[in-house]
């Protein structure tokens, strides 16, 4: 009786402990990064990224880059994420625009899967106000693993800009034709 007893104990703490390694393997945890601003050079190269440590396999971010703009602008980022295979490092699943009280404004097309993920987001008129951009996915193996961001935020000119070049063209064709006549006068 003592033997079956002391084999239920031991069946039961096994059972106990495998039970507490799995929940804690299947524990996902968000390891999203603070919200940051996009850095901008002044020719409007946008540039931004994040990396992740080792051994957080399964967790997941969903990190936020923002940034504003002060008129009509024109977007254009690539995301990339590469590692040595598809069983390593990121699994980039979003990568999307939104402005800033979280409507979302533009959503990223995925161009490539794998050992290496490619985004793109673009928006040719995005009016002015704050938005940020959010990058959603999850670490897939212990390696650890990074993305980043490359791109432009260019001002688009308003149509009152374009209108003014085709009126300082047509002044110049002008003054061109006049010159151009009084020498032949």
Known sequence: MKKQIRA????????????????????????????????????????FGDKFKNNLKNDIFADHFTFTTTGTTKLDLILTSTSTSALNGLNITGFSLYKAGGALAVAGTQVQTGATDKW??????????????????????????????????????????????????????????????????
Do not use: C, W
């Not at 799995?22 to 524990?27: I, R």
């Not at 209108?163 to 006049?178: C, D, Y």
């Open 8 to 47: 239920l104990a031991m069946t039961m703490a096994t059972l106990a402990a495998v039970t507490v390694a799995h929940s804690a393997q299947a524990t996902v945890i968000d390891i999203s990064s603070a919200p940051s601003a996009i850095a901008l050079a002044p020719n409007g190269t946008a540039h």
């Open 120 to 185: 793109t987001l673009g928006d040719a008129n995005l009016a002015a106000g704050s938005y940020y951009v959010q990058v959603s996915g999850n670490v897939v193996s212990n390696t650890g693993g990074a993305f980043a961001g490359n791109g432009t935020i260019s001002a688009v000119p308003e149509p009152e800009g374009y209108a003014m070049l085709f009126v300082g063209l047509g002044l110049i064709g002008l003054v061109k034709q006049r010159r151009k006549s009084a020498r032949f006068a």
